[in-house]
Each structure stands twice: as structure tokens, then as C-alpha cells.
């Protein structure tokens, strides 16, 4: 193969890498993300369940039995 071809041959994978690179990055971007929601909801509802847990025991008539 002539210096031609191998610099064709070059910058065509060199295109294909970066198309690669992008498509992983945005993969990456998006498995992050998701990641991201579902630990914020985990956080939310604990948070949620804590408070709920604090008005019972601030509340005088759920002690009564």
C-alpha cells in the first residue's frame, strides 16, 4: 500500500474513532444520569420517610395507646 492509501486508511479510522468516542461519551452521559435520578429518588424518599418519622414522634396522639 502507497503512502496515499495508508493516510486514506488513517483518517478514515481516525473518523471512525471519533465517532466511536462520541457515541461512548454519550452512553456515559446517560448511564450517569440515570444513576444520578435513581440515588436523588433513594435520597428523596428517605428523607421523606424521616420527616414522617420525626412529626410522629413530635405528635402527641400518635403516643397514646
Known amino acids: 500500500m502507497d503512502s ?3 493516510q486514506s486508511l ?3 479510522s481516525s473518523g471512525n ?3 466511536g468516542t462520541e457515541a ?5 452521559r ?3 444520569e440515570k444513576v444520578l435520578e435513581t440515588k436523588v429518588k433513594e435520597i428523596r424518599e428517605m428523607l421523606q420517610a424521616g420527616c414522617l418519622e ?4 413530635k ?3 400518635s403516643q397514646r395507646t
Open 4 to 6: 496515499e492509501g495508508k
Open 17 to 19: 474513532l471519533e465517532t
Open 54 to 57: 420525626c412529626k410522629k414522634r
Open 10 to 12: 488513517a483518517f478514515s
Open 30 to 32: 446517560k448511564v450517569v
Open 59 to 61: 405528635d402527641p396522639s
Open 24 to 28: 461512548l461519551a454519550e452512553l456515559v
